[in-house]
């Protein structure tokens, strides 16, 4: 049991420090007894999508309020559209959950599994004209809705009898009309200031298979209608929200009270937005159907399937969701902040290996021919207890491209015609000619190397500027690397004006890198273990690894844009 759990068993009603507006409420609520000091929350996700790191915001707040509370959270898919809904979504969506790190224990629930007392409840409705059958088609119903200026108008069929009403709801259900033929609204007001109370649809005529309850129904409630009374039925206390359902309250609240049963709490907060980065699931589905990514898993997607391939950690998840807080009103949230906590918490758990991108090959001409020397190389300097791992050094090795420059200019303290430097764990080597093919490109470098130096400085005391990392030809593993970078060339993308989110996406979000060398180390390596390249940033082993050889994903790199913007910031 967590700390705050105890407390709030001895009696105590007070959030945790680290407070917010919603814990500011639960904590009202616990003191003027509404609930009964109960704290009882839900994550209800509609199975028709892959979640994303806004949904890990809404996990985090939900399944985390009923851990400090020490109450409890149920997980329920709000499962009213078998259009759109797949069983596929409803297990990605489980696993997502479970993988941040929390236990719906034994609630799992659906709303499926209440369409019977849904169906009893919109009966009552009728009967006490409440509710009624219209025969408007889709079009029509918007055009009587009205405007946010002007009020609506009432359905010729508002005033049907509710004998008559009763009947065509049973034939609805029964079968008897196609889709889009007739649906069942409630009886509100259509000159309300709220376009939510207009005569809200309650039921629409869907003559489609549902992934649970197969062809048992006909009709289904929509997703307003079955929200409320879903978490009635569950004994919800905080019904959290993202804000746009603010103005949907009062029809959360008008249907609870006009049924008559248990009322939870609705509450809004502000849904996440990042840079970069587009959080609308319509846009998301968009990107996976037009092929414009490799799928819902694909690393430069924000779900959170996209995430783990990656090789983001459910702690560097949480701990962001943490670093944001909950806002009452909508702001934009730095896509570096979220790297930055990715950053720091691989920092701390990814082993350091070394890994060459880009190989330029090197020559030691007066190392023995034959001869392997193992270095000691530290596995991870945070983490003492990870150790250390022996690396082979031999005569020929590689070393990145961008590590030596033929004709350097100021401040280019790297390998260079005539001077050296220190190969990580290893010695201090010197450039004494490169080799050239008949274009006059670079192939490889002829290089010296001072055995008296391994592992330390020169015995003379002279110095080098540049530490490079580098990998024994002889024995590196090649590697396919993917280098990933933001999705979208825009900051805020929604914002630029008469251009479609697609027209945004960054033509060089992914680049794929196919003749890298690795230190043998990694061999073996198991789909999504987290390394360091040293110098080069943090990569996950990809699920397309396999005989053919590691694929490795580029989770982040080692710059820290969010340092820089707090420093900018600052100023």
Not at 297 to 304: F, K, Q, S
Not at 527 to 548: I, K, L, N
Request: glycine residues 6%; proline residues 5%.
């Amino acid at each position: 049991m967590t700390p705050e759990a105890e407390r709030t068993e001895a009696g105590g009603t007070e959030a945790p420090a680290r407070t917010h507006f919603i814990r500011e409420i639960v904590d009202e609520h616990n003191r003027n007894g509404r609930f009964g000091q109960r704290v009882h929350t839900r994550f209800p996700p509609e199975p028709n999508g892959y979640l994303h790191i806004g949904h890990a915001k809404s996990i985090c707040l939900n399944f985390g309020l009923a851990q400090d509370y020490g109450g409890k959270c149920n997980l329920r898919f709000d499962d009213t559209n078998p259009i759109k809904e797949e069983v596929e979504y409803v297990n990605s969506i489980m696993e997502d959950v479970k993988w941040l790190g929390f236990d719906w224990e034994d609630r799992l629930f659906y709303a499926s599994d209440y369409f019977d007392q849904l169906y009893e409840w919109a009966v009552k409705l009728i009967k006490d004209g409440k509710a009624y059958v219209d025969d408007l088609t889709a079009e029509q119903i918007r055009e009587h809705r009205g405007t946010l200026t002007q009020p609506g108008k009432n359905s010729p069929f508002r005033n049907r009898s509710v004998e008559e009403n009763l009947d065509l709801f049973e034939r609805m259900k029964a079968g008897e009309f196609p889709d889009g033929s007739r649906v069942l609204r409630a009886k509100i007001d259509m000159a309300s200031p709220n376009l939510n109370l207009r005569d809200p649809v309650l039921y629409r005529i869907l003559h489609t298979e549902h992934h649970r309850t197969g062809d048992k129904w006909c009709i289904y409630p929509m997703y307003d209608y079955a929200h409320g009374q879903s978490d009635s039925i569950e004994g919800i206390t905080h019904s959290i929200c993202t804000l746009e359902f603010e103005d949907h309250r009062p029809l959360y609240d008008w249907f609870i009270q006009n049924i008559g049963i248990y009322a939870p709490q609705q509450i809004e907060f502000a849904r996440l937005n990042i840079t970069y980065t587009v959080l609308s699931k319509r846009k998301l589905i968009r990107l996976v159907k037009e092929n414009h990514v490799r799928g819902w898993d694909d690393p430069r997607m924000p779900t959170i399937s996209g995430m783990r391939r990656r090789g983001y950690t459910p702690e560097a998840l949480r701990d962001f969701c943490d670093t944001i807080g909950v806002a009452r009103n909508n702001n934009m949230v730095e896509i570096a902040l979220l790297e930055y906590c990715v950053r720091q918490d691989l920092n701390k758990r990814a082993a350091r290996v070394m890994g060459v991108l880009r190989p330029l090959k090197v020559v030691l001409t007066n190392y023995p021919e034959g001869q392997v020397d193992e270095l000691d190389a530290v596995n991870n300097p945070e983490d003492a207890a990870m150790g250390t791992r022996k690396v082979p050094f031999s005569k020929v090795l590689y070393i990145e491209q961008e590590d030596f420059m033929e004709n350097p200019p100021n401040k280019f303290y790297r390998l260079a015609p005539g001077r050296e430097v220190r190969l990580r764990y290893g010695y201090f080597i010197k450039c004494e000619s490169v080799v050239k093919d008949a274009d006059g490109n670079i192939t490889e470098l002829h290089c010296t190397y001072d055995p008296a130096t391994r592992g330390g400085d020169a015995p003379d005391g002279r110095k080098v500027k540049a530490t490079i990392h580098w990998v024994s030809a002889a024995h590196a593993i090649d590697a396919e690397v993917r280098l990933y970078n933001h999705l979208l060339t825009e900051a805020t993308p929604e914002d630029v004006e008469g251009k479609d989110f697609i027209d945004t996406i960054n033509p060089q979000s992914l680049e794929v890198l196919t003749h890298c060398k690795i230190e043998p180390s990694v061999v073996g390596a198991a789909p999504g273990t987290r390394y360091q390249f040293e110098r080069m940033g943090y990569f996950c082993v990809d699920p397309d690894s396999g005989a053919d050889g590691l694929v490795f994903n580029r989770t982040v790199t080692l710059k820290d844009e969010w340092a820089k913007l707090q420093k900018n910031e600052a100023r």
